[in-house]
T-cell receptor, first 114, second 113 residues
Framework: AQSVTQLGSHVSVSEGALVLLRCNYSSSVPPYLFWYVQYPNQGLQLLLKYTSAATLVKGINGFEAEFKKSETSFHLTKPSAHMSDAAEYFC????????????FGTGTRLQVFP | KAGVTQTPRYLIKTRGQQVTLSCSPI?????VSWYQQTPGQGLQFLFE???????NKGNFPGRFSGRQFSNSRSEMNVSTLELGDSALYLC????????????FGSGTRLTVV
């Protein structure tokens, strides 16, 4: 069975600082991995996805994530935080043999201070 | 191009009633999934439909059901509502669900009183 663990339910950074949101997965096969962002009272917006191509994936809004098989990790980073990045971020995994279903982590709420 | 449209946005129902939520996917998308989001349980997969067939189902009681029409629009139904069914219900669509990223709607906020 697949699972996702997001370390840290809350992360706070200053504007301009590095953003690092952690995601570790458990999967018996190389998974597909996704990062989504959710702003208040809205649905989820895709930031980026990994589907076994390049291990460093660039997404929207300056975010990127690196797939590290040896560490079973897919951490999300952004070099310089903006106030507009304040939101909840979800890591998700799907099984390439059964891609109809996403398993989500519990989410990390990012706060950005001026 | 229009995104995933969910109606209604907000809904208040009484325990014991039933409710139907609607989802119109992006034009051309044939895979539609439903998720329940609550503060306690997070995002949980309900079911996925492709070409009017349910391909996958999550661990929810039989009170939760869904269907997909020939135009790919989908509905989900919850019968005999319980207080614990209060949640944000999210619909997502993709071309085929085969490793593609899903596009989510804004959700329907259901409150059961």
């Amino acid at each position: 069975a697949q699972s996702v663990t997001q370390l840290g339910s809350h992360v706070s950074v200053s504007e301009g600082a590095l953003v690092l949101l952690r995601c570790n997965y458990s999967s018996s096969v190389p998974p597909y991995l996704f990062w989504y962002v959710q702003y208040p009272n809205q649905g989820l917006q895709l930031l980026l996805k990994y589907t076994s191509a390049a291990t460093l994936v660039k997404g929207i809004n300056g975010f990127e994530a690196e797939f590290k098989k040896s560490e079973t990790s897919f951490h999300l980073t952004k070099p310089s935080a903006h106030m507009s990045d304040a939101a909840e971020y979800f890591c998700a995994v799907s099984d390439p043999r059964n891609t109809d279903k996403l398993i989500f982590g519990t989410g990390t709420r990012l706060q950005v201070f001026p | 191009k229009a995104g995933v449209t969910q109606t209604p946005r907000y809904l208040i129902k009484t325990r014991g009633q039933q409710v139907t939520l609607s989802c119109s996917p992006i034009s051309g998308h044939r895979s539609v999934s439903w998720y329940q989001q609550t503060p306690g349980q997070g995002l949980q997969f309900l079911f996925e439909y492709f070409s009017e067939t349910q391909r996958n189902k999550g661990n929810f009681p039989g009170r939760f059901s869904g269907r997909q029409f020939s135009n790919s629009r989908s509905e989900m139904n919850v019968s005999t509502l319980e207080l614990g069914d209060s949640a944000l219900y999210l619909c997502a669509s993709s071309l085929s669900g085969q490793g593609e990223a899903y596009t989510f709607g804004s959700g329907t906020r259901l409150t059961v009183v």
